[in-house]
């Protein structure tokens, strides 16, 4: 689920402004930890789009890689 919140929210543990259902929603990460969102939403019959406005933040679930198990081998 993709919630919108208000610019000045500090508090994300409600659903904000509510719920947005995109035709597609893409993240990306660039090396230096910087993300990028790239969202399409249709204008619907329910408004939802009006929730998407210029400084608002987004929250939108991301799978994000684990560090690979390592396991060190120790010579004697």
């Not at 990460?29 to 939403?41: A, P, R």
């Amino acid at each position: 689920m993709i919630c919108v919140y208000p610019a000045n929210c500090t508090d994300f543990s409600s659903n904000g402004l509510g719920a947005v259902t995109p035709m597609s929603c893409t993240v990306t990460e660039t090396l230096n930890g910087e993300w990028e969102l790239t969202l399409v939403h249709d204008i619907d019959e329910r408004g939802k789009w009006t929730r998407l406005s210029e400084g608002c933040i987004l929250r939108a679930p991301v799978p994000a890689a684990k560090t690979p198990r390592v396991d060190l081998v120790t010579q004697q």
